[in-house]
């Protein structure tokens, strides 16, 4: 196989219905890139579909189901290619999606990361809740959008038509430089899905590097394909992977920014309970007590980053304290806002 500079990477889990409707796109619109499909021990006929229809799309076969950030992490290391681009099943890329992204890979040697813009599949005006107009975060860790902050998805008229720096780029179309993925090791297995790829942004950020949104290029994502809003796993994976990433990443006032934040989790306890959503409280106290457990180990990972990583303590990594006070009280619901 003729090198080339970017790899799409597919990871699929009993995804067969999506591969059938979305990789027609990805093969019509990337002839710059190889394609991988990277199987999470999948268990209906995916592979035999992709041999039999997609003879030329390189299978990488896992040996479990590790989630998002397992499988890509096995996944990665047999694809060589300069760049990767991880890309959900459930997305349909648009012509002429990879060049813009390639060009500022070569412009920018410290941009390590970007995304594209992400409309949604089922709705082709506005934005996608995952990722939108590109990824920020509040001081207390709360990720929001341009484009999308909580429930509140903005029309897209060509207000993110730009290219700029971002915090954090959406999983769902996150493209990594290899040497970047690799100095990094790679996404924290310990997160099996959601929010990896912020605290995968983060560490990025700390040693550094600069993460980009590029709206000239565009792609359209299903969204839920794989746990939807209302499953409490989502629930408890968010809830507890944002702990994490906070643990791990904060540069300083750890303390105070976590007893703020569990607090704040109670809170939305509170709002559950009120919309008789009685499983997701569960799901936040298994976040919690999933959390303590993993403090000694987030503690060590975060000792770790901190001896190792040209980590300037001076760079805000938010723009705004609290997107909750600024969403909920002030009724800012808008990125411009």
């Not at 080339?4 to 059938?20: C, D, M, P, R, Y």
């Not at 006929?45 to 040996?63: C, G, H, M, T, W």
């Not at 060590?300 to 980053?305: H, V």
């Not at 901190?306 to 909920?328: A, D, G």
Request: aromatic content about 16%; proline content about 2%; hydrophobic content about 40%.
């Amino acid at each position: 196989m003729a090198k080339k500079e970017i790899a799409v990477v597919i990871l699929n889990w009993n995804g067969k219905s999506l591969l059938e409707k979305f990789l027609p796109s990805v093969i019509l619109y990337s002839k710059e890139a190889h394609i991988y499909v990277a199987d999470n021990a999948s268990t209906d006929d995916s592979i035999r579909f992709l041999k039999q229809n997609y003879p030329a799309v390189k299978i990488i076969q896992n040996e479990e189901n590790g989630g998002y950030a397992k499988g890509y992490n096995e996944a990665l290391k047999h694809v060589d290619e300069d760049i990767f681009c991880l890309l959900n099943s459930d997305i349909e890329v648009t012509a002429d999606w990879l060049s813009p992204i390639l060009n500022i890979f070569r412009r920018e040697s410290k941009t390590a990361i970007i995304q594209p813009k992400i409309l949604d599949y089922k709705n082709k005006m506005y934005f996608e809740y995952a990722g939108a107009g590109g990824g920020f975060i509040d001081q207390l860790g709360y990720p929001y959008c341009r484009g999308r902050i909580f429930d509140t998805i903005e029309k897209d008229v060509g207000q993110y038509n730009d290219t700029t720096t971002i915090f954090w780029a959406s999983g769902a179309c996150f493209f990594i430089r290899k040497s970047v993925f690799e100095s990094l090791n790679g996404f924290d297995d310990s997160f099996f899905a959601h929010m990896e790829e912020i605290d995968l942004c983060w560490r990025a950020h700390n040693s550094g590097y600069s993460t980009k949104y590029v709206g000239s290029s565009t792609v359209f994502h299903v969204g839920g394909a794989t746990l939807n809003t209302t499953n409490p796993k989502k629930t408890y994976l968010n809830f507890r992977n944002s702990l994490f990433t906070l643990t791990k990443n904060a540069p300083n006032n750890l303390f105070f920014l976590i007893f703020y934040r569990l607090i704040l989790d109670g809170v939305a306890s509170l709002k559950f309970f009120l919309e008789f959503k009685f499983s997701h409280i569960l799901a936040v106290l298994k976040a919690h007590g999933s959390f303590y457990l993993k403090l000694p180990n987030l503690l060590k990972k975060r000792k770790i980053a901190r001896t190792n990583l040209s980590l300037n303590t001076e760079v805000k990594y938010y723009n705004v304290r609290s997107i909750l006070w600024l969403y909920y009280i002030r009724k800012h619901k808008i990125f411009d806002q």
